[in-house]
C-alpha cells in the first residue's frame, strides 16, 4: 500500500517517497513542482539569452571596448544620482544613492542630516 501526500506548494496529490527536498523551495515537494521549476527556469535563461543576442545586434558596427567602458561608467554615474519628489513646500522623499533606502527629508530643517539606513551624508537639495 502507498502513502499519497497532498504537496504543500502545488497542492497535488503525489507517492510520499517522490517527494523531494528543494533548495529554492526549502520544502518537500511533488516532482511535477521541480519539473515545472526547471521548465520556467529553461525559459527565463533563453529569455535572457535572446535579449542579450538583440542588445548586441542594435550596437554600431565600430563599436569597441571604449564604448563599453563609457556605457558602463554612464549607468553607474546614473544610479549616484539623487532622486528627490517634492511632497509638500517643506518635505521631499529622499533617495539614499548609496544604499537606496527612501524616506522624508525636510528642506527648511535640514533633518534628518544622515541616511536613518545607513549614515551616509545626504547631498545638497535645493529647496
Known amino acids: 500500500m502507498e502513502v499519497k501526500v497532498k504537496c504543500r506548494k502545488c497542492g497535488r496529490l503525489a507517492r510520499a517517497a517522490d517527494f523531494v527536498l528543494d533548495p529554492i523551495y526549502r520544502m518537500m515537494v511533488c516532482p511535477s513542482c521541480v519539473k515545472e521549476r526547471r521548465i520556467s527556469e529553461d525559459v527565463r ?3 535572457q539569452a535572446a535579449k542579450a543576442k538583440k542588445a548586441e545586434q542594435q550596437k554600431p558596427k565600430d563599436y569597441d ?3 563599453e567602458y563609457l ?9 549616484n544620482i539623487v532622486k528627490v519628489e517634492k511632497v509638500d513646500d517643506e518635505k521631499v522623499k529622499y533617495r539614499c544613492p548609496k544604499c537606496r533606502y527612501t524616506f522624508l527629508y ?9 541616511c536613518p539606513y ?3 551624508d545626504i ?3 535645493k529647496p
Open 45 to 47: 535563461k533563453e529569455f
Open 106 to 114: 525636510n528642506v527648511v530643517t535640514k533633518s534628518p542630516g544622515k
Open 71 to 79: 556605457e558602463k561608467a554612464y549607468n553607474a554615474k546614473l544610479q
Open 118 to 120: 545607513c549614515a551616509s
Open 123 to 125: 547631498a545638497k537639495i
Open 65 to 67: 571596448v571604449e564604448d
